[in-house]
């Protein structure tokens, strides 16, 4: 099942205290970005979220699931409580290494 753009809505705006905060729509569903780091998505209209250390401290008793068949297990946050998951959003970001600069095509 694909994700809906409502619910995409719904948490961007859960989200919108953070700052440079996007989601990329990838085979029906949503990768979410901050500071340019892949910190989790919209799966099945539901919020998973990389399950760093910092992540798993701040919610030590969050469930897990995988995003789909053949990933990594995630955590399962609550998109309805938007102070904690806009925390636990800049704690995996910072945990996470800076993004490498993409090279051009046809260059060594």
Known sequence: MASSKEFLQFVLEQLS???????????????????????????DDRLLLKPTPSARLLMPDAETDL????????????ADNAALTCRVIEAVAMDLPESKPKRKKGNA
Do not use: C
């Open 17 to 43: 205290r953070l700052e440079d905060v996007s989601a990329r729509p990838m085979m029906g569903e949503y990768v979410l970005y901050h500071r340019g780091r892949v910190v989790g998505g919209i799966y």
């Open 67 to 78: 995003p789909y068949e053949g990933a990594k297990e995630m955590l399962v946050a609550d």
